[in-house]
Nanobody, 116 residues
């Protein structure tokens, strides 16, 4: 069983920045993709950014150019740098990983609130 511990959420004004981090209890050797999702009240959970084992990244159109996903393989950590934040970025953000045994694990979620 894997555990994912997230940190870095909070309240920020429009145009501000936040950095989310997530550390997995598994070795990087068994982790394939590492992702960030978010869910706003009344909305479905959506994929925000993903980074593969090889380091390739992909972003939702709504965050391209503003968010950057990165991973520290030595620490099984994935981060999400969020710049130029907008009110519509307000959501609970979830870290997620996929493993070599085809299972997905989720963090507990961290609240990001962007005030106008």
């Amino acid at each position: 069983q894997a555990q994912l511990v997230e940190s870095g959420g909070g309240l920020v004004q429009v145009g501000g920045s936040l950095r989310l981090s997530c550390t997995a209890s598994l070795s990087i050797l068994v982790i394939n993709g590492m992702d960030w999702y978010r869910q706003a009240p009344g909305n479905q959970r959506e994929l925000v950014a993903t980074i593969t084992k090889g380091g390739s990244t992909n972003y939702a159109d709504s965050v391209k150019g503003r968010f950057t996903i990165s991973r520290d393989s030595a620490k099984s950590t994935v981060s999400l740098q969020m710049n130029s934040l907008k009110p519509e970025d307000t959501a609970v953000y979830y870290c997620s990983i996929s493993t070599t045994w085809q299972r997905r694990y989720w963090g507990q979620g961290t609240q990001v609130t962007v005030s106008s």
